[in-house]
Each structure stands twice: as structure tokens, then as C-alpha cells.
């Protein structure tokens, strides 16, 4: 069983590090979901420009290698990520400019840019989806044990009594010369 919040918080406030926090409206499933699909699409998009460069004879420059499937996964993360974030982040504090003379303004281009410096990216996704992965620890409480009852709940009944033994126990009298003697071969 999991709890619901009665409404979700219209923003939150998250910590990345340095110095540099984000303001951030709820993560729902359809906005997950968006985000994916955003990603999905720009991957593809990118996978098909790779592989008619590499059929034109063409260097792929900075395109992925169409076949190089963990780059591809890495690249299809860091898109879901600032697809999410560009969507979710409404404000910030701690970002500069270029040259570090003034506040860099939160547009959606300079979130994406932010999302793209490693580690922000990365926490920013762990941050963002910490309430699922808390509705899912929730949830965990509440699964089968291994006895069969709820982790959190108690047994109904005590432990099952110790089977006793089917074979007669050994006669204490018997000995080595009790065997037979003679071969039976």
C-alpha cells in the first residue's frame, strides 16, 4: 500500500550541488512519458542522420555511432533528462553567465545547457523521481514476506511443528557381528 499526498506541491526545491539549486513543478507519469517519447524522437532523428553519413562515405562528426548501443543508451538518458528538466524547472539560483558577471536567466535553452554539465544532469533525474522511488520503498513494505504475510504485518499463526521421523529409530543392541557373514554374490 502506498500513500497519496493529498494534492502535489505546486514546486519544490532541489539541490544539485555547488551552490546551484532548482526549483522544479511536480514529475507525473504523463510528463515522464512526454519526456521518453521527446527523447525517443530526437534519438531516432539522430541515428538516422548517423547512418546516412555513413552511407554517403561521410565522417559522423559529432553524431553517435548508430551501433554503438551503451552510447546510445547514455545519449537516450541525458535527452530524457533535459527534456524533463526543460519542462519542469520554473526556476533557479546558483547558475551564471558565461562570464560570471550576472545571473544566467532560466530559459529552457539554458536548463538544457545546465543538464548537460556532469553531475547536474544526473542528480537533477535522481532528485526529480525521488518521490516514485519513496511510493516504491512504500510499496515494498507492504509485499509478500517470505512467509507469505505482508512484510509489515505479523503471521496469524505460530510455526508449524516439527515433523517427526517415519523410519523406526536405531535398535541400540545391534552390532557389527549381527551382519550377515557370508558374501550374497
Not at 493529498?6 to 507525473?28: N, S, W
Not at 536548463?111 to 526529480?128: D, I, N
Request: net charge negative.
Amino acid at each position: 500500500m502506498i500513500r497519496l499526498p493529498a494534492q502535489l506541491p505546486e514546486k519544490r526545491t532541489i539541490a544539485l550541488g555547488l551552490g546551484v539549486t532548482v526549483d522544479i513543478k511536480p514529475v507525473t507519469t504523463a510528463a515522464m512519458e512526454t519526456a521518453r517519447a521527446d527523447a525517443r524522437r530526437s534519438l531516432e532523428g539522430l541515428v538516422e542522420q548517423a547512418r546516412e553519413r555513413q552511407k554517403a562515405g561521410l565522417d559522423l562528426g559529432d553524431l553517435p555511432d548508430p551501433d554503438d548501443e551503451p552510447a546510445l543508451d547514455g545519449i537516450f538518458y541525458g535527452l530524457v533528462t533535459r527534456a524533463l528538466a526543460v519542462r519542469h524547472v520554473v526556476a533557479w539560483d546558483g547558475v551564471g553567465n558565461a562570464d560570471g558577471s550576472d545571473a544566467a536567466p532560466c530559459t529552457p535553452e539554458t536548463v538544457a545547457a545546465l543538464m548537460l554539465c556532469y553531475p547536474f544532469g544526473e542528480r537533477f533525474m535522481a532528485a526529480a523521481t525521488a518521490d516514485a522511488l519513496a511510493m516504491v520503498a512504500q510499496k515494498k513494505s507492504f509485499t509478500s514476506g517470505p512467509a507469505g504475510t505482508g512484510a509489515a504485518a505479523s503471521p496469524i499463526a505460530g510455526p508449524a511443528p516439527k515433523p517427526t521421523s517415519p523410519a523406526p529409530a536405531a535398535n541400540p543392541a545391534a552390532t557389527a557381528s549381527s551382519a550377515p557373514m557370508s558374501s550374497t554374490g
